[in-house]
């Protein structure tokens, strides 16, 4: 919407305030002329037309922290930090006048975004407006801005500036979900519940060892972010084909100090771009953690299943779960969980098909990645900051985890017996055998175990009464994992969180 004289002067002059939507012009859109009052009889109000958003991540999905990191703006300033960055570089070596380098990192904070986007819009070339904006700024260095670069040497650098950010970002996040889930494995160590495989009732588990499991698997997420951070965030001064040939016999120490004077790592060797192999496992690697949070939630959704009923979602004193069915009270946020991981995961072969460009580049990958970087970014960031909080408002139900660990009336405890009886002699096969059969009777007939048990000889032989009532008791049965738990949330908690 223009709001005020300001904006309807900047439309005026040429600047599409849609451009944030990736649309280029080069001169107002109509999208932007729609936004204008119409012109209109005099006794008629003028309309003012909202510009409507598009896509989800404007109006519904992210955090403003992330979405920071990947707008224009951002993205243009971390262009005008690169140019700085190279000046002083260059500086220091002796290829530009001594003060040039000061005048162009003032013209890095003081050039407007919006004037490299005008610029852009009359010569149809993004790097070259960024120039040409820094040069307005700096009257008497303006002319030694980008020396010896190549475009890709501040477009790639930059990318590396807000990977940076972004795994920053993502690393913090991720420590959080580690420490609510270690703290929910711990609280929980000792609730004994049932475990399942195919969607049948198993051997008894605990839920402690289940956010454990997920804990440890956040745990290898941040071990890979710290492995992938050095590869992912890097810069480099390479030139036109990676000669470094207009940088001179300085071209490899340019690149050293930039990085240096920027944070990033350098590039061990590239040409025209940063080789994207790099990015492609950064990608894959939000991917990996999408699928965590994607398995997590399809667990949290099965186990509030009406008929199963153990945990549930916060839900709020005025939510609403159905247009139509008031009753209901949906794993609406869990659903969100597992539907963005797949978009997330859909980044995958785009990334992948980046790799190959040909020659020494090309520019198959820049249009793809403006959509593809923010995306993965923005959507991991949300995923993590939404299981975070969903997991602080889970409800579990005691009540109904230990209904459910004992409805088979001990069938799911037929292992432990079995165990027992080839302890006391029985061959394993024979007792596996003996169980199977009076689990199968039991099923059918709808009886407790441990009255078919003691209808078969073998059995009585070896067991009584009251040891068969101990050996079907879920919650002795938990081998070691109250243990198990406390082992991997120390660990975790060592590695990660002290």
């Not at 993205?75 to 002083?88: G, H, N, T």
């Not at 795994?167 to 991720?174: A, G, I, N, P, W």
């Not at 004994?192 to 997920?214: D, E, K, M, N, S």
């Not at 403006?370 to 960031?381: C, K, L, N």
Request: charge should be neutral; aromatic fraction near 4%; glycine fraction near 6%.
């Amino acid at each position: 919407m223009v709001k005020d004289g300001r904006d309807r002067a900047a439309l005026k002059n040429g600047y599409c305030k849609r451009r944030s939507l990736g649309y280029k012009h080069k001169s107002v859109c109509g999208l932007c002329i729609s936004s204008l009052a119409r012109p209109k009889a005099p006794s008629t109000p003028s309309i003012i037309l909202p510009l409507m958003s598009i896509h989800p991540i404007e109006f519904r999905y992210g955090t403003k922290e992330m979405k920071d990191i990947w707008e224009e703006d951002f993205r243009l300033r971390c262009l005008f930090r690169v140019e700085a960055a190279l000046s002083q570089a260059e500086e220091e070596l002796g290829m530009i006048p001594k003060g040039a380098a000061a005048e162009i990192a003032a013209a890095a904070e003081a050039t407007l975004p919006e004037r490299a986007k005008q610029i852009e819009d009359e010569i149809g070339h993004d790097m070259m407006a960024t120039v040409l904006a820094m040069a307005e700024c700096a009257p008497k260095f303006g002319e030694w801005i980008h020396l010896g670069a190549t475009s890709n040497d501040i477009l790639d650098t930059a990318t590396g500036l807000q990977i940076k950010a972004s795994m920053d970002v993502l690393q913090s996040k991720l420590k959080s979900l580690l420490a609510l889930l270690v703290d929910l494995a711990m609280k929980n160590k000792d609730l004994v519940c049932a475990g399942r495989t195919h969607g049948q009732i198993a051997v008894p588990t605990t839920y402690g060892l289940r956010f454990a499991i997920w804990a440890s698997e956040i745990g290898r997420h941040i071990e890979r972010l710290l492995q992938i951070l050095p590869r992912a965030a890097v810069g480099k001064m390479s030139g036109a084909v990676g000669t470094q040939a207009a940088y001179g016999q300085n071209g490899m120490e340019i690149q050293r100090l930039v990085m240096l004077h920027l944070g990033l790592h350098e590039v061990d060797v590239s040409n025209q771009v940063v080789q994207r192999d790099r990015h492609a496992e950064m990608i894959c690697w939000m991917a990996l953690v999408s699928s965590t949070l994607d398995k997590i939630f399809v667990e949290m959704r099965s186990l509030q299943r009406t008929e199963i009923a153990e945990v549930e979602e916060g839900f709020g004193k005025k939510q609403v779960g159905s247009s139509t069915m008031p009753h209901k009270r949906n794993p609406i946020k869990s659903e969100q969980i597992c539907g963005l991981s797949r978009i997330v995961r859909a980044q995958i072969l785009p990334a992948f098909e980046n790799i190959p460009l040909w020659d020494e580049r090309d520019l198959t990958n820049s249009s793809c990645e403006r959509v593809v970087f923010p995306e993965a970014f923005i959507f991991t960031d949300h995923l993590i900051t939404l299981a975070t909080r969903t997991l602080s408002r889970l409800r579990l139900r005691p009540e109904n985890i230990e209904r459910n660990l004992t409805m088979l009336h001990g069938l799911n405890m037929a292992e432990n017996v079995m165990v027992e009886l080839a302890k006391k002699g029985v061959g394993r096969q024979q007792a596996h055998e003996i169980m199977r059969r009076s689990s199968m009777t039991a099923f059918e007939q709808k009886r407790e175990l441990a009255e078919v048990l003691l209808e078969n000889e073998t059995v009585r032989s070896q067991l009584s009464a009251a040891e068969i009532e101990a050996l079907l008791d879920p919650h002795r049965y938990i081998g070691t994992a109250v243990a198990q738990v406390e082992r991997v949330c120390e660990k975790l908690q060592k590695l990660y969180l002290a």
